[in-house]
């Protein structure tokens, strides 16, 4: 059975910084493809990042553009998780940030889409205030 379990999310002040964790059991990191996925109130779920590994090495790396150059996805291999750093936050950031996995052997050379994922966590909330 595949859990994610999300933590690190809070709130911080426009342009703070926050690290998400997202720690996977039943479900082996460094060999699949995982992403984060936020939903702000009264918006529809979007992909944040994403990335594909085989046999621990790095694939593809992806990120929304409205975060290019403010996030960063990570995998910590021996921990079995994935982060994402968090940076230069603004307001329009706050949502609520969601671990996803995709079925195992799946392959995406693009942003994955919130609908391609088959695994979530349960949520963690982050809120930037200005």
């Known amino acids: 059975q595949v859990q994610l379990v999300e933590s690190g999310g809070g709130s911080v002040q426009a342009g703070g910084s926050l690290r998400l964790s997202c720690t996977a059991s039943?479900?082996?990191?460094?060999?699949?493809?995982m992403g984060w996925v936020r939903q702000a109130p009264g918006k529809e779920r979007e992909g944040v990042a994403s990335?594909?590994?085989?046999?621990?090495?790095?694939?593809?790396?992806y990120y929304d553009d409205s975060v290019k150059g403010r996030f960063t996805i990570s995998r910590d291999n021996a921990k079995n998780a994935v982060d994402l750093q968090l940076t230069s936050l603004k307001p329009e950031d706050t949502a609520m940030y969601y671990c996803?996995?995709?079925?195992?052997?799946?392959?995406?050379?693009?942003?994955?889409?919130?609908?391609?994922?088959?695994?979530w966590g349960q949520g963690t909330q982050v809120t930037v205030s200005s």
């Open positions: 039943g479900y082996t990191v460094s060999s699949n493809c």
């Open positions: 996803a996995a995709a079925r195992t052997g799946a392959r995406f050379n693009r942003l994955i889409r919130p609908d391609e994922y088959n695994y």
């Open positions: 990335f594909c590994a085989r046999d621990y090495f790095p694939l593809y790396t």
